[in-house]
C-alpha cells in the first residue's frame, strides 16, 4: 500500500541523510525516500544499505531516487524516477513486480502516462516555490490539482497522486480533500529545528483527513 506521507531526505551539513532516516523512522514515518545528490556511488550505496536495515526495522519502506540499480543492489522496496531517469517499463522488468516504482509529473498527460506504465504512483508538482528544486519556475498550485483529480474522475482513473514542492502543515487538508492521495516532503521537515516532531505533526493530518 502506498503511504499518504512520503519523507524525502536531502543533502545537509548538519543533518547526514541515515540520521535523517532514523529520525523520519522513529517519529512514525512509514515511507522514506533517499533522495542523494552529491555523493559518489560507494558512498551512496553504503548509506543506502544502512538506510534499508533502519526502516526494515522500523516497518517501513525505504524507496530510493533515480537510480533503479542501487535499488537492487541494496534490496530496496522501490525506486522513484524522475522523466529523465530510465523509462518505467524498463524499471519494472528489472524489478519485478513486488518492488514499488514511482514516477515524477507535472500535467494530467505526465499522470496519464504513467498509469498506463505500470506506475504505483506519480508525484505530481511543484505545488509552491521549494528551495529543494531552484530550477522550477511554475507552481500548480489548489486549482491544477483540482483539474487532475476531476479529469482522472471522468476518465476513470484510479491512480495515487502525491502532492509535492513547498508543502506545510496547513497544505495537507485542502489538498487531500480534493482527492490527491498524499503529500511528499522534504523540507518543512528537516529545515526546521524540530524535524521529530513535524514528522509526527505530518503523520497525524494525513491520518486524520
Not at 512509514?30 to 533502519?54: F, G, H
Not at 519494472?92 to 516504482?101: E, H, M, P, Q, T
Not at 491512480?159 to 509535492?164: D, G, K, N, T, V
Amino acid at each position: 500500500m502506498i503511504s499518504k506521507l512520503h519523507v524525502i531526505t536531502q543533502d545537509l551539513d548538519d543533518l547526514p541523510h541515515i540520521e535523517q532516516v532514523e529520525l523520519a523512522c522513529k517519529s512514525g514515518a512509514k515511507w522514506i525516500q533517499l533522495r542523494i545528490k552529491d555523493t559518489n556511488c560507494e558512498k551512496w550505496r553504503a548509506i543506502a544499505k544502512d538506510a534499508v536495515k533502519i526502516c526494515r526495522s522500523y516497518g517501513a519502506k525505504l524507496i530510493i531516487n533515480d537510480s533503479v540499480q542501487m535499488a537492487i543492489e541494496v534490496d530496496a522496496d522501490g525506486v522513484h524516477l524522475g522523466k529523465d531517469d530510465m523509462p518505467i517499463h524498463s524499471a519494472r522488468a528489472l524489478l519485478g513486480k513486488d518492488k514499488i516504482i514511482g514516477g515524477t509529473g507535472s500535467t494530467i498527460e505526465d499522470i496519464m502516462e504513467l498509469s498506463h506504465s505500470g506506475a504505483d504512483y506519480a508525484v505530481i508538482g511543484p505545488y509552491k516555490y521549494t528551495p529543494t528544486k531552484k530550477n522550477m519556475n511554475i507552481t500548480l498550485g489548489l486549482l491544477k490539482y483540482k483539474e487532475f483529480v476531476t479529469e482522472m474522475k471522468d476518465k476513470f482513473i484510479n491512480f495515487p497522486i502525491i502532492a509535492i514542492g513547498g508543502i506545510h502543515l496547513e497544505d495537507v487538508p485542502s489538498l487531500l480533500k480534493l482527492g490527491v492521495y498524499g503529500v511528499a516532503v522534504s523540507s518543512a521537515i528537516f529545515s526546521t529545528s524540530i524535524p521529530g516532531q513535524m514528522v509526527k505533526s505530518f503523520q497525524n493530518i494525513v491520518s486524520s483527513v
